[in-house]
């Protein structure tokens, strides 16, 4: 039975995620309308949260602090991988790509545009310092919920 702080870890993070994919849509292009992006970001971000980030939580104070931004990080990779999949069908069925080949170069092209825009230096500062504080609260947490079951 996984405890408590699995669902907490994967619905902050999704959070975070969401709010974070609101912030870098004007980054991609001013004028894109990227449609439903925070939600599949959020969605996404919440099973990272849930598998990865739940999981390794509290061992200990500075191993929460690095568990919280790397699990930002490969939930910024998780996203960027799927929404790229996402574009190169939408771009397939639109025939832009006349070969297999040439829909797969241009998977890895649109991961390079879609990381190239995130290399902005406030929203690294964004992503980093998100992951620190979803370090520290979920240690937090963890340590509230671990004394609750502890003293019963």
Known sequence: MF???RPLAGLLLAVFAG?????????????ANLGNFPIWAA???????WVF???????ALWFSIYV?????????????????VREVFILGYRRRYPE?????????DILADWFGK????????LLGAGGVVLGLVLHALMSALERRRNDR
């Open 53 to 59: 980030l739940g999981g390794r939580i509290g061992r």
């Open 68 to 84: 919280g931004v790397q699990s930002v990080g490969l939930a910024a990779l998780t996203i960027g991988a799927v929404m790229g």
């Open 19 to 31: 709010y974070c994919a609101t912030v870098y849509e004007p980054l991609y292009r001013p004028d």
């Open 100 to 108: 297999v080949m040439d829909a797969i170069n241009g998977y890895f």
């Open 118 to 125: 995130a290399l902005d230096r406030d929203f690294l500062i």
């Open 43 to 49: 969605a996404i971000a919440f099973v990272v949260g």
């Open 3 to 5: 405890t408590l702080i």
